[in-house]
Nanobody, 120 residues
Framework: QVQLVESGGDLVQAGGSLRLSCAAS????????MGWYRQAPGKQRELVAA???????TYAESVKGRFTISADNAKNTVYLQIDSLRPEDTAVYYC??????????????WGQGTQVTVSS
């Protein structure tokens, strides 16, 4: 079984910064990709950034230039650096991962979410 544990969410003022972390643990052979999603009240969950095992990354247009995703392969951890926070960034941020198990299965798992609240 694989678990994702997010941390780093907080209440911050507009213009501030946060660094979210997502650590994967369990029966992992390799991580194929990890992503950060967010869901604001009354809205659908949306992808904000993703990291792929070849080192490539992708971002939602709305966060380009302010969000940076990075990974520490040795720690099976992905980070999301969020700068120039805006009130509209307020949401629960979720981490997801596609990973290959020791038995060669490819599975998707989600973290429990971490709350980011930005005050104006």
């Amino acid at each position: 079984q694989v678990q994702l544990v997010e941390s780093g969410g907080d209440l911050v003022q507009a213009g501030g910064s946060l660094r979210l972390s997502c650590a994967a643990s369990g029966s992992i052979f390799s991580i194929n990709d990890m992503g950060w999603y967010r869901q604001a009240p009354g809205k659908q969950r949306e992808l904000v950034a993703a990291w792929f095992s070849d080192g490539s990354t992708t971002y939602a247009e709305s966060v380009k230039g302010r969000f940076t995703i990075s990974a520490d392969n040795a720690k099976n951890t992905v980070y999301l650096q969020i700068d120039s926070l805006r009130p509209e960034d307020t949401a629960v941020y979720y981490c997801s991962a596609h990973f290959t198990t020791l038995g060669s299965r490819v599975l998707l798992t989600w973290g429990q979410g971490t709350q980011v609240t930005v005050s104006s």
